[in-house]
């Protein structure tokens, strides 16, 4: 039988994955959750048609997304976490003893609950006793902080969807108030290569290179996604992502990541050319 | 009497929609107008607007009926609006609100007439005394001190201007203003009717009214006697479309000669089919529409009042008389306490934050909250005003509040506009009369209109209006450097 899971990535490419079996499908009051068991790629999370994560490749997106500020910054101890539902960014978080506290804000509690009961891998420790978890719209949440967190993680889905409120000037300052002196806002920044793509990528870090003095751009090779090339953003008050990272301190920590090394860390923020020429514009 | 109410309606039907459709189906080939033969000879057009768009842009014929003079598919259109409105008749529009508000003045006042009517009257009320030659007799509204804006109409002060204006013949309301406020309707009609004079309601940001509850009372059912309604605002019609609706004592094709002295012969079926299938849409969901949009409403009134700085206000303001109800599906909110007008507001949220807003004033802007909102996007603006005071807050020096300016009708709007006149720098100006409009638009309520005189506190206001940004039109000289004067 010929089963497959197709995500349009851009109106002229189709990226196909066979399915073995449907798990999961709901209509939300946001969007519509799939899961599938798939041979190739595991269990792949879908939301609105669009892969969220499969259990095969998630380890990049999350160990990039969280140790790149977890080893410039040594002193993050409260998190907030917007989106992420899937628990995969909470996992690496919960990793450091160091870290007290995690607010994780998501706006649909049924991505959660489908998560948990067929994502174990990834939400595995949302019940850790740090983690406090929200069911809000994230822009609400984040308008009543100030000076109350270390790091904040925008892990949203693409911006044309019900996360498109998670793309703006507004909320990038209302991060920018919610961090502290030396707070760090890192988030998925999409990708650079298909146009529609990349103008919201441009879009997104032209705003928040209005809103913070340090904004780097870092990327990392995720084959589900989009042209299977992903940046992030990382923005700040004060560390610089390269000059800042310590290493030996992080290699104490002694985490065993698959995709992350210190080394890496560094190259990641190098761009290619088209790619700088791209930012350049915009700020 | 209702026209409909010995037929059988079902508010389930759109009749023009539904002979649009059928057209389609018959594929009938078009030797007459519009040129574009269905969007073939313009294929540029039909790439941009879509070819189930261009499509139905189709001329009068007989199985679509004729505006001019409808018998049927739009007369039917028409008696479900009356009844979905709870009026005796109801005209489609298609030339605005504007055209609404005007014939709405034209079928109730000849040259010479004087009619009853608030200062904060839309232009398109003075321009139809220009075309008319009535005469406008001024109610000074009273003005929120605080907010700097116009309120209602107070009881008292129209029983004055009936009683020293006898022989006026209509009165005319704001139901609501712009801001949501809204006076004794019913009172007034009472006492409009007393006296033998009409009572006209301008109900352009009033739709919902007529389909919400806990919402203040409509123009119709507090017996007016016509209400110029603009379904493309809360309506969700196209732009450009409206219903002028009247009640039992107005004689329905008196009013349909004067809509004809100035409609197009050309309507278009698509702001008619639009209006078609939005009356259908407020019948059938408009109570439970309007519910969440009151509600969405309210809750960014809290949100926005949690930022502090900001007043976004509500049902406090009534009083039992000026404000005697408030439209709480209205956002407005009063800026100068975060030490910005509300104009320059207004165009950060744009130039910043990619957020359209209806309008700001001087100490005042309104968000336009309407059955397409969803929650994601208050939010948003929520969010971009708190950052705007993070960011751009001032002590407020050098901010004016918004004032009313009580005005000086020397001579009627007819005559000023078409009088010997002379073009003056603006500061020399003082002193004479104006023979042209002066407004901020939006919300296009005149700051001098025809006949007035022109003060220099007038001129002020222009300036300092002029200063913050405000896009002011009217006069002749666009940049309103130079006023015309009567000679």
New interface residues.
Partial sequence: MELWFSELHTPDVKHSIRVNKHLYSQQSDYQRIDIFETPEFGRVLALDGNVMLTERDEFIYDEMITHVPMSVHQGIKDILVIGAGDGGVVRELTRYDRVEHIDLVEMDPQVVEACRAYLPGNACRMDDCRVHIYFENALKFIRRCENKYDLIIVDSTDPFGPSEGLFTLEFYGNCFNALREDGIMVNQQGSPFYKQDAEAMQRSHKRIVQTFPISKVYQAHIPTYAAGYWLFGFASKKYHPINDLDAEAWKKHNLRTRYYTTQLHAGAFYLPAFLEEMLKEVE | MNISSNRHLDQNRAPIHEALEQFRQMRVVPFDVPGHKRGRGNPELTEFLGQQCVGVDVNSMKPLDNLCHPISVIQQAEELAADAFGAAHAFLMVGGTTSSVQSMVLASCKRGDEIILPRNVHRSVINALVLCGAVPVYVNPEVDQRLGISLGMQREQVARAIKEHPNAVAVLVNNPTYYGICSDLRAIVKMAHDAGMLCLADEAHGTHLYFGSGLPVSAMAAGADMAAVSMHKSGGSLTQSSLLLTGPNVHAGYVRQIINLTQTTSASYLLMSSLDISRRNLALRGRKVFRQVADMADYARD?INE?GGYYAFGKELVNGNSVFDFDTTKLSVHTLDIGLAGIEVYDILRD???IQIEFGDIGNILAYLSMGDR???L??L???L??IR??YSTDGTGLLSQEYIDPVVVSSPQEAFYAEKESLPLRESVGRVCSEFVMCYPPGIPILAPGERITSQIIDYIEYARSKGCSMTGPEDEEIRYLNVLK
Wanted: glycine share 0%; hydrophobic share 25%; proline share 6%.
């Fill in positions: 949100e930022i910043e934050y990619d929650p994601q996007e939010e948003r929520v969010s971009a708190a950052e993070r960011r």
